[in-house]
């Protein structure tokens, strides 16, 4: 049973607990395996703000990896833009590594 988790004073409806971590023992996301050991060309065809996003969401710059609620501070962009901005990205690289 899930349990709800009303929002924070800032919108957010999950504490922040850090940065997000990946285990490299578990199964990992197929996209993010892909994209740890990128093509140097693999972002070129990706919006810039598209290429910011997954980047740093990701800890792709040398950067430990950036959660959502870090990225709408950094960026401005609301939660549903930034999804929007991610899901069209990993969609666009998706489509370049088939």
Known sequence: MRT?????EDGWPYPDSGPEMTDPSADMDDDLLCLRVPSP???EHLDPMERRVITTHYGLDGQPARNMKQLHADTGLSRAELRQVLGSGLHKLRTQLR
């Open 41 to 43: 060309h693999l972002f």
């Open 4 to 8: 709800f988790l009303w929002p924070a």
